[in-house]
């Protein structure tokens, strides 16, 4: 799940090349001699790349497949505190 933007309302080269990646894989057990009903393909991939409308700026691209769950944990100013901040999104 591509958070902020669904891969369906048009995608970067980023997104879309993740989704492809995420795609092939998923389809590639699903060839293989593996049955799928009882395993299957979770990943969280993460990309940070310059920002495609600001030359100054970074981007983090984050992908999830199946059960996996990407959380940043952030310092809390004046404090030894650190705060969770969901970055991706559970597909269910």
Not at 58 to 83: E, F, H, K, M, W
Request: with cysteine; aromatic share 2%; hydrophobic share 30%.
């Amino acid at each position: 799940h591509l958070l902020h933007r669904d891969i369906s309302e048009g995608t970067s080269s980023i997104q879309h090349s993740i989704h492809e990646s995420h795609t092939t894989c998923n389809d590639e057990l699903r060839a293989s001699e593996i049955v799928d009903t009882y395993s299957g393909t979770t990943s969280i991939s993460l990309l940070v790349h310059p920002d495609e409308h600001d030359d100054e700026a970074t981007s983090i691209t984050i992908s999830n497949v199946g059960d996996s769950r990407a959380i940043l944990g952030t310092a809390l100013p004046g404090s030894d505190t650190l705060r969770a901040v969901p970055l991706s999104k559970d597909q269910t």
